[in-house]
């Protein structure tokens, strides 16, 4: 069973950082594709970012030129720093992973961005 933790959610105002992180339980060579979604209340889910196993990695048009993921393989972590952020952006953000036809999630992470 794979277990992904997410981390580093918070309150912030707008124009602020965050860095959220996703700690999976194994090497995350075993997936295919990682990466981070998000849901805000009334919305479905909706791709922010992701980051293959090899190849470039893909950013929602709305977080273009703000957020950047990464990954860090000796920690089995990925991370999701976000910049410049907007009331916009706030939501529960979710870490996911993909093995072939096995897809993993965390529990969430709330991101609230208001003054």
């Known amino acids: 069973q794979v277990q992904l933790v997410e981390s580093g959610g918070g309150l912030v105002q707008p124009g602020g950082s965050l860095r959220l992180s996703c700690a999976a339980s194994?090497?995350?060579?075993?997936?295919?594709?990682m990466g981070w979604y998000r849901q805000a209340p009334g919305k479905e889910r909706e791709l922010v970012a992701t980051?293959?196993?090899?190849?470039?990695?893909n950013l929602a048009d709305s977080v273009k030129g703000r957020f950047t993921i990464s990954r860090d393989n000796a920690k089995n972590t990925v991370y999701l720093q976000m910049n410049s952020l907007k009331p916009e952006d706030t939501a529960v953000y979710y870490c996911n992973a993909q093995a072939f036809t096995s897809v993993y999630w965390g529990q969430g992470t709330q991101v609230t961005v208001s003054s």
């Open positions: 194994r090497s995350i060579f075993d997936f295919n594709r």
């Open positions: 980051m293959p196993s090899s190849g470039s990695t």
